[in-house]
C-alpha cells in the first residue's frame, strides 16, 4: 500500500512539485520500482518542459502551435494515466522515456 500511494504521489506531483518529489522519492525510498517510477518522472517533466519551450518559441512561425498543443496536452494527460494505473496497481511506464530506464 504505502508504494501505491507513493506511485500516485509522484504522479500527481506534476502540478505541485514535478522536480523535487520525483528527486526527494529518489533518495529517499529503497524499492526499486518506485526508484526507476521517480526517475521516468523526472526525466519525463524535464523533457516536456523543453519541448514545451521550444514548441513556444516556434510559435511565432506558426509551426509550433500544433506542436505546443500536442506536448501541453501530453503533459497533462499521461500522469492522470500513471495515477489511474498506480490505483489500479498494474505497472507504469512513461512515454518516450519509460525505456530509458529499467
Known amino acids: 500500500m504505502a508504494t ?5 504521489l509522484i504522479h500527481a ?3 505541485f ?14 524499492d526499486r520500482e518506485v526508484k526507476s517510477l521517480s526517475l521516468q518522472a523526472l526525466v519525463f517533466h ?3 518542459g523543453v519541448l514545451i519551450g521550444l514548441s513556444w518559441v ?3 512561425v506558426l509551426i509550433g502551435i500544433p506542436f505546443l498543443i500536442v506536448f501541453s496536452i501530453m503533459a ?8 489511474i494505473r498506480a490505483l489500479q496497481e498494474r505497472p507504469f511506464r512513461y512515454p518516450i522515456v519509460g525505456s530509458w530506464f529499467s
Not at 512539485?17 to 529503497?30: D, N
Open 76 to 83: 497533462v494527460v499521461v500522469p492522470v494515466l500513471g495515477i
Open 17 to 30: 512539485a514535478p522536480v523535487l518529489v520525483p528527486i526527494i522519492v529518489y533518495l529517499v525510498v529503497s
Open 58 to 60: 516556434f510559435s511565432w
Open 46 to 48: 524535464l523533457v516536456m
Open 13 to 15: 506531483s506534476t502540478w
Open 4 to 8: 501505491k500511494g507513493l506511485k500516485i
